[in-house]
């Protein structure tokens, strides 16, 4: 859990595993292959949105979209990946997947 600031706002950014599985079903893709199955876009807004309203947001997945654009414009694409590769490897706990999520979202 981690709390962000996006628009002069705090949020909370919680992802848990009930998230993470819906994440599967809605991308198609597993976790703990991300590496060999690639991150779209609409992959890394869904996440957000998933780590968003896990910290009690109440808000759509076209209101995360326009949140994750400027988060990132505010603190760079790269404290993004980081804030959703470090809060999948604590939920997860697993050093691989980290290791995979960079692969992914520095191509």
């Known amino acids: 859990m981690k709390v962000i600031n996006i628009e002069n706002k705090d949020f909370v950014f919680k992802l848990n595993i009930n998230q993470m599985i819906l994440w599967e079903e809605i991308s198609g893709k597993s976790l703990t292959n991300l590496g060999d199955d690639g991150m779209s876009i609409k992959d890394m807004r869904t996440m957000f949105h998933s780590g968003l309203v896990g910290g009690g947001a ?19 694409m790269d404290e993004f990946t980081a804030l959703l590769e470090d809060e999948m490897v604590s939920l997860m706990g697993n050093q691989k997947m980290k290791a995979n999520l960079k692969k992914v979202t520095k191509k």
């Open 58 to 76: 109440k808000h759509d997945a076209e209101r995360s979209g326009d949140l994750m654009t400027s988060y990132i414009e505010e603190s760079g």
